[in-house]
């Protein structure tokens, strides 16, 4: 058996893993919030995972209390897991396996695709017409949802768009595009849609020059525009929102921002507070290429190909964990754990950040508002990363007696089992939990060789 002293979540998120040999899970499947006060993971039984801000209903906990750690969010009826979610202003919006949308959180912007005021509980939003099944969602003020044929609608009043229906009554329209689209894309009032083209349209409030046309203007933008290509630049290759800024990496490899700079989020070392058309951001030392960006309301974060974590903008309180609490106006390294030589995922929320580790651990950091980062904290300031409370050790008292713990999340219902075989498995425990820890040990005299955690339905 392997005697390392802890393997946490990897372990976890790769249900049914075999505790022997270091056999241990190589990917954790992880869903960032794109913008809010709350966190969303999907693990590999297609579970979802919420923590954080809950005051409107928006966990879809079926309540309205703030979590400070990570919970098992129900099933709706007819639903056996989850492929896409995403983290809006005051709400959550998700996929099931059949490509239907679900909706919950404040009715504030007319966006959750119901009548109702407030749902505490992930609800189902029918179909438009000519749509059969969604695979993607985004959201901030409003929400986009990409269906399989590459078609974009959009759900909310904040912008409307100019071919939206009136009087406006909270449905979905299709967005005005001239192509298919790949990817959807949403900021605070601002949306992106990266084409089958290569081309990224956009629309929304351009106060700060967030739909990058060179101009910054009070009123928002109701007609979809294109993003101007820089010198170079043919395609885009993916893109990020903030809460008033945009980045995207163009086919050659450079990373280009544009949008609000007040705080230095867009990393191109310039203290200029808007800048209206994308700009390229230099290259940290050691990065040649961006594998992943992500985007908070006045920070940004991206992953190199070297597998660190870079960021800018607002610092306070140690925001963008680079070991200062000064504002950065170019990308620097996020201080990687002990334990830690590469990061594998990346998210962030309005204030705080996220990241899965090559140890498969995943880490927070940044303001823990309403419990956003999943330590157990409520309103602190964290520019550590830290490990969120969602985790599973393995030790070793001596060669031959093991011990199996979990941290779980309450709502969750688990049960360890073992076999001698990996064919036949039994209970190693006979307690399931729905909060604090579960644990099995393997005695020396026991027949069983392996371990493996998995959850009860």
């Not at 392997?2 to 893993?17: H, P």
């Amino acid at each position: 058996m392997n005697t390392q002293s802890s393997n946490w979540l990897r372990l976890v998120f790769t249900l049914a893993i075999v505790l022997c040999a270091g056999a241990w899970a190589q990917n954790v499947p992880f869903i960032p919030p794109p913008y809010s006060e709350s966190s969303y993971v999907i693990d590999v039984e297609g579970m979802m995972l919420g923590w954080g801000r809950t005051l409107s209903g928006e966990l879809g906990a079926g309540n309205l209390v703030n979590a400070a750690t990570p919970q098992r969010l129900p099933l709706p009826s007819g639903v056996t897991n989850w492929i896409a979610a995403a983290g809006g202003t005051t709400r959550t919006v998700a996929i099931d396996q059949s490509g239907r949308f679900f909706s919950c959180g404040i009715n504030s912007f007319q966006n959750l695709g119901t009548s109702d005021t407030v749902l505490s509980n992930l609800t189902l939003i029918p179909f438009p017409a000519g749509v059969s099944r969604w695979t993607e969602t985004a959201a901030g003020n409003n929400t986009l949802l990409l269906s399989d044929a590459g078609t974009v609608y959009v759900l909310g009043n904040s912008p409307m768009l100019s071919n939206y229906p009136q009087p406006y009554a909270g449905e979905l329209v299709q967005v005005p595009l001239p192509t298919a689209a790949n990817h959807i894309i949403a900021g605070r009032t601002h949306y992106l849609v990266l084409g089958t083209d290569g081309k990224i349209y956009l629309w929304g409030f351009n106060d700060a020059g967030q739909i990058g046309q060179g101009f910054t203007s009070g009123a928002s933008v109701t007609n979809v525009a294109t993003l101007p290509f820089p010198v170079g630049v043919t395609s885009w290759i993916r893109a990020a929102a903030g809460g008033f800024h945009g980045l995207a990496v163009g086919n050659d490899n450079n990373l280009y921002a544009w949008g609000a700079n007040n705080f230095g989020q867009l990393g191109i070392s310039s203290n200029a507070s808007t800048v209206s058309t994308p700009v390229q951001v230099p290259f940290p030392v050691g990065v040649t290429s961006w594998l992943h960006l992500s985007a908070g309301e006045y920070a940004s974060f991206a992953l190199g190909n070297n597998g660190r974590i870079y960021a800018c903008g607002l610092n306070q309180s140690g925001m963008l964990a680079t070991g200062s609490t000064t504002n950065e106006n170019q990308f620097k390294e996020v201080i990687r754990p002990a334990g830690v030589t590469n990061w594998i995922a990346l998210g962030s929320g309005r204030y705080h950040g996220m990241a899965v580790g090559d140890d498969g651990v995943l880490y927070s950091w940044g303001y823990g508002a309403y419990g956003a980062l999943g330590n157990g904290t409520v309103g602190v300031f964290q520019s550590q990363v830290k490990p969120v409370l969602y985790r599973l050790s393995a030790t070793a008292t001596n060669s031959t007696q093991i011990t199996l713990g979990a941290d779980v999340p309450s709502g969750s219902n688990w049960v360890i089992e073992a076999s001698s075989d990996l064919h036949t498995w039994a209970p190693a425990s006979t307690n399931s939990v729905h909060q604090a820890r579960l644990q099995a040990t393997q005695s020396a005299t026991s027949p069983a060789e392996y371990l493996r955690l998995s959850r009860l339905r």
